[in-house]
């Protein structure tokens, strides 16, 4: 899937094809987020869109209603979506500043259009049958059919309809997508505050109703002013009202058996390496707990709660074909632990989900460019890999990366990745003139050393 991005901020022109793995790196203030907020706006939208196969689903629902079956080609499935999808992705860009919680003025002038060769697929590699309630759906290389069950009728109708178009959306999108999930660069603060912004909102509902009810005029005067306050607030961009959610439903989403993690055992090894310790709710709150001492969220480090919505989507809400956008996941992380976040990101991508990350940290990006050269052969590799802690899911495939660094002039350079990684490591030019620097300074200071 390809973006064509025009006028985002001081984003002039921006060229983004999504790979398994999708950095992007650039300056403070070059619109890394936005960037990042417009990609998940529309993989979002791509997600939840069945009504781009409202039509056939209908048709689909009365054929199994009156006749018990129905038989459709797929490659019909993938013209229709790909026409629908393309139409509702032109108009998408109008509606950017939904996403963002502003005026619509802030991107009147931003383009987006999307590519969508790679992500849609005209035909299957081999069968698969899926059991719903109420029915059974089969997919061979050309052809996806219907089965009604005994209890067709007295399933809820609702959930019929939305189990075709999942099935429908499905045949023709099997392996690379499922719902995106996103991590901002406020998630510190969605784990600090979300709590007491529910109990405030409690507490003024509380007060707002007795307001409402009170007939003294003064108190009439004063719920004005409240309701009015309240209108002029301004919204959170929608991807942190994400995060905020995610925290609000800890406790029901914690009660999930998530076989991803259960699987895939090295993740969790990585992750609760870069952690120290593990999170548990406590009647309803949220502590860090580290050698056995459970300490509240509220007071643990900076590191333990940049962390957290990143442990507990891969511990408890992560699926198979995860696509998951990181705002700074070296955020609050010490030098060592970044270098082991790129080794997670890259285990995550090798076990099957999707990654993209917003970055400016050096050690994370060298970290990945050590894991792309230990995809190649040499002599004595297994005991280079020991030495150094790699397992084999540490091996990153350079087809799998793309990477972007968006420069001071709003452009955005794709850069080319080979077998010794990013072909001009992105921040080699700062990092040459730090050391310019210090070498200009230590010889000042101690001349007699160069002598």
Not at 150 to 176: K, M
Request: hydrophobic share 35%; glycine share 4%.
């Amino acid at each position: 899937m390809k973006f064509t991005i025009e006028n985002l901020g001081k984003i002039k022109q921006a060229d983004i094809e999504l790979g398994e793995l999708t950095v992007i790196c650039g300056g403070n203030g070059t619109n890394k987020t936005w960037l990042s907020y417009l990609i998940y706006h529309y993989l979002n939208h791509i997600y939840y869109s069945k009504n781009m196969v409202h039509e056939l689903v209908e048709e689909v629902y009365q054929e199994l209603k009156s006749k018990g079956k129905y038989k459709v080609e797929i490659n019909k499935i993938s013209n229709l979506v790909r026409n629908n999808l393309t139409e509702q992705l032109s108009e998408l860009d109008k509606s950017i500043h939904d996403a963002f919680n502003t005026s619509s003025n802030t991107f009147k002038d931003t383009n987006v259009s999307v590519e969508l060769d790679d992500f849609i697929s005209s035909s299957l590699s081999e069968k698969y049958t899926s059991k719903k309630d109420g029915f059974t759906s089969e997919e061979d290389e050309e052809f996806l059919s219907f089965f009604t069950h005994d209890d067709f009728n007295d399933t809820i109708e609702g959930r019929v309809r939305y189990d075709i178009g999942t099935s429908i959306l499905a045949t023709i999108i099997p392996e690379n997508f499922d719902a995106p999930y996103i991590i901002t660069s406020e998630r510190t603060g969605a784990a600090l505050f979300q709590p007491d912004i529910d109990r405030s909102t409690i507490a003024i509902n509380k007060i707002l109703k007795e307001l409402s009810s009170s007939n003294y005029e003064s108190s009439k005067i004063l719920l004005d002013e409240l309701i009015s306050d309240n209108k002029k607030q301004q919204s959170y961009a929608l991807p942190i009202q994400q995060n905020l959610k995610d925290i609000r439903n800890l406790e029901k989403s914690r009660k999930k058996q998530n076989s991803f993690s259960q699987r895939n055992k090295s993740v969790i090894k990585i992750l609760d390496q870069i952690n120290n310790g593990d999170y548990k709710l406590i009647q309803g709150d949220l502590y860090f707990v580290n050698n056995k001492k459970s300490t509240p969220i509220a007071i643990s480090s900076s590191a333990a709660k940049s962390q957290f919505l990143l442990d507990h989507y891969i511990k408890y809400d992560i699926g198979i074909k995860s696509i998951i956008l990181i705002d700074e996941p070296e955020l609050n992380l010490h030098p060592d632990n970044q270098k082991l976040m790129a080794r997670l990101l890259v285990r995550l991508v090798n076990h099957g989900c999707k990654i993209m990350i917003t970055t400016h940290s050096d050690h994370l990006i060298r970290e990945i460019n050590n894991c792309l050269m230990l995809n190649n052969d040499f002599d004595n590799k297994s005991d280079f890999m020991d030495k150094y802690g790699y397992e084999e899911c540490d091996q990153l495939k350079p087809s799998k990366i793309r990477t972007y660094s968006i420069k001071e002039d709003g452009t955005v350079k794709d850069h080319i990745v080979g077998k010794f990684g990013v072909e001009q490591s992105i921040f080699d030019e700062i990092i040459s003139e730090s050391s310019k620097i210090q070498f200009e300074l230590v010889e000042a200071i101690a001349p007699d050393m160069f002598e």
